[in-house]
């Protein structure tokens, strides 16, 4: 059978149950390297039917594989939540192209018909910024792009849904995909009501943890670069893919 599958979401955040059958694993941003996101999964033994693979966003632009993102978010079992290079291919398959996104590996999507681009545009709007889910054991576990906005997870997405009169929605789910303030500062605080934070956004030469927070971007479109994943319910293991086809794997302490 397939694995779960979302429960309840809206505009910005989605709910997923524990996989009772299988896996679940996190990969960094893709950037389009979908051949090496294959041969990550296969590397792992991943099992298309029971286990899920989530994705922290920037799944195109870069990589030579772009155009394949539709296929991949087609898949059941693929999941992802929304980055900054998502949102500039929502944006100009809405009429607001940006000459930024043609500078940072966004040219591919300007080669695409007008049909193509709508399509790719469309599916990625419906990708949420925030996603949560959980292990069989109970760990709470949260994907967005850039990083949490606030000190507690619940209170991120209650301002994420709209939920939270005093918060504006539209700003934290800007900073969630374009904030590197807590990178920049190696804050390692402790987001509260959540045990694991998986993030991309920021490139880190391999995977490493600040507070409860673990970064997952190890730069698969820059030279040397890795494309990372980490399985959600051992969470001390990473497994990493060079596009020269290395693999590698490493222990996280991630509590």
Known sequence: MHAPSKISANRNVAYYPPNMDGRDFV?????????????????????????RCFLAGDLV????????????????????VRGNHDQWCVEAAQGKASSTHLRFGGAWFYGCSSSEQTEIGNALADLPIAIETST???????????????????????????????QDA?????????SRYRFSESDSIVISGVTRIYVGHNVTP??????????????????????????????????SMSTDGDFSAMTLPLY
């Open 170 to 178: 539209e700003l934290h789910a800007s900073e969630a995909i374009w």
């Open 136 to 166: 069989r054991s109970g760990e709470r576990i949260g994907i967005v792009h850039a990083e949490c906005t606030l000190a507690s997870w619940p209170e991120f997405l209650q301002a994420l849904s709209g939920e939270s009169p005093e």
């Open 61 to 80: 632009d870069r990589g030579p594989e772009s155009e394949r993102v539709v296929e991949f978010l087609n898949q059941p079992w693929c999941i992802a």
């Open 206 to 239: 391999i995977a490493v943890r600040l507070g409860n927070t673990c970064y997952m971007d190890t730069g698969a479109s820059t030279e040397g670069g890795y494309l990372s994943l980490a399985d959600i319910s051992c969470p001390g293991q990473v497994h």
């Open 27 to 51: 990969v960094g941003d893709v950037h389009g390297h979908f051949t090496e996101l294959e041969r990550l999964l296969a590397w792992v033994d991943f099992e298309p039917l029971r286990d």
